[in-house]
Each structure stands twice: as C-alpha cells, then as structure tokens.
C-alpha cells in the first residue's frame, strides 16, 4: 500500500512538473512581449541589461511610437473587418454545404467531403501567384476585399469537413419528428439542427477569424499601401526599415494584436474542444 501511494504521488508531481514547463514554454513569448515593449531602446540592445526585467526605469515611448507616428489603429480595424466578413462568407457557404453532404448527398457525401477538406491542405505558397492573378484581374489589389475574397478558400473548405460530423452527430429522429410536427426540411434545420450544432458554429466562427487575422502570405502578396494592411502584415512590415528593428513597438504591436485572439479563445474554449472532439468521435 505505501508503495502505490508513493507511486501514486511521484505520477502526479511528475504530471504538474510537465504542466509547469508548459506552461513557461507556453508563457514566455509573452512575457517577453510585455516586458520588451517598456523597455527603452537603449535597454534592449545593452548586453548587460537582463532580458528578463527592467535594466532601468519603463517607458511608454513604444506605445506612443506605435499608436502616434503609425496607422496602428487603422491597421486593427481591417484586421477586424476582414476577419468578421470572413466569418460571415464561411458561415453563409459552410453550413448548408455540410448538411447538404451530411444528410442528402447520401454515400457520396462522405467522398466529397474528404475532396472538400483535401483542396484545404494545399499550401497558399502554391497558389499565390495565380491568385494574384485572379486579384489583378478582378481589379481588387490593395483593397481589403482581396483578403476577402482569397480566404473563404481555405476557411469553408475545412469548415465544411468539419461541421460535417456535427450534423451527422445530430440524430435523424429528432429532425424527422421536427418535420412530422409540421416543420419543413428547412424549418428543422433552423429551429432543430442548428441549435443542436452551435458548439460547431462556434468553432467555426473561431477557427475561420484566427485564421484570416494571422494569415501572412496572400496579405503579403495583395497588400501594398500602408493604411489597407492588416496586422500580420503591417507590424513586422512597417516597423522594421532596412536594418532597423525597432523592437520595443515591434513586440508591442504583436502583444496587442494577439490579446483578442487570446480573449476570443478563453470564452469559447469548450465550444472549441467540443468541436474538435466530435469530428474526432464521428
């Protein structure tokens, strides 16, 4: 007995060991983030100053660089726009195209599905250059609707895959009993279907706008003029000029972006993993 509970008790120091350097590991870039973008510049390129605390007294020099002598806060609100008419577009088209191969396409929904989730794993750094064709031809360079246009394509594809197990999670009785108290095919799906799937909405809605906020190439690629860039592109663009990294704004700009991805995931965790989980189970 006191040879099980000593085993008992090693496992479990030895599971919050590993759970503390995940978490640093996890914590650091973060930290690093924070405390970088007070520091004034001449403590950041010191090599005596320590990188991991203040060497002198904090400055908020960085914030004001970044928020007065930059389009920061332009910069965020096309990263928003973008990322919510995204969310819309995948919504709009993944939805119906997912119930539709889940419950009618029959024994070639399943096929086409995985057709649809395979056109996802194609990497943007192949097809680029002929999208910016496709762009340049739509006329649409250096607007945000490029973006707009180019990221529903990798976004519904595997958002339709994915919501895909949820509606076949979703029991057939329940919908036909819908539709024996009166409800159309479509009326079931609106007041019985959809309800039942709002986990997978939701990871839908956080999947399609994480991934458009933080998406690099294509916006790269379509996005030239300074006050149509978003995010992903303008800090790392705009605040390092030729050989000159200017640090402190960089990492601020980076940590303040990603608070809202981080506050976005904190809410909708569950629907997150209960999303993923039922793709898993099904």
Request: charged share 10%; proline share 6%; hydrophobic share 55%.
């Amino acid at each position: 007995m006191p040879a099980m509970t000593a085993a008992k008790a090693s496992r479990r120091v030895g599971l919050y060991l590993a759970t503390a350097l995940f978490v640093i590991f996890s914590a650091l870039p973060f930290y690093i983030m924070l405390i970088t973008s007070f520091k004034t510049q001449s403590a950041i390129f010191s090599p005596e100053a320590n990188p991991f605390w203040f060497s002198g007294s904090p400055t908020l020099a960085n914030i004001k660089l970044l928020f007065e002598q930059t389009q920061f806060v332009q910069w965020m609100v096309n990263t928003a726009l973008v990322g919510l008419a995204v969310v819309v577009i995948t919504l709009v088209l993944s939805v119906p195209a997912a119930y539709g191969l889940a419950r009618i396409a029959g024994s070639w929904g399943e096929t086409l599905g995985i057709g649809i989730f395979l056109s996802y794993l194609v990497p943007p750094t192949l097809l680029f250059i002929p999208f910016s064709k496709v762009i340049a031809f739509l006329g649409l360079q250096n607007s945000l609707w490029a973006l707009v246009v180019a990221y529903p394509t990798f976004t519904v594809p595997f958002c339709t895959w994915l919501l895909m197990g949820f509606f076949k999670g979703i029991s057939r009785d329940i919908e036909e009993q819908a539709m024996i108290d009166g409800h159309g095919r479509f009326g079931a799906f609106i007041h019985v279907v959809l309800p039942l799937a709002v986990p997978g909405l939701m990871t839908v809605v956080v999947f399609a706008f994480t991934l458009s906020t933080s998406e690099f190439i294509y916006a790269l690629a379509f996005i030239t003029h300074s006050a149509s860039k978003t995010i992903s592109i303008a800090v790392p663009t705009e605040l390092i000029r030729g050989d000159v990294y200017h640090w402190g704004p960089l990492l601020a700009g980076a940590l303040i972006a990603s608070v809202p991805i981080a506050v976005l995931y904190t809410f909708f965790i569950d629907h997150l993993v209960a999303g993923l989980t039922a793709v898993a189970r099904d």
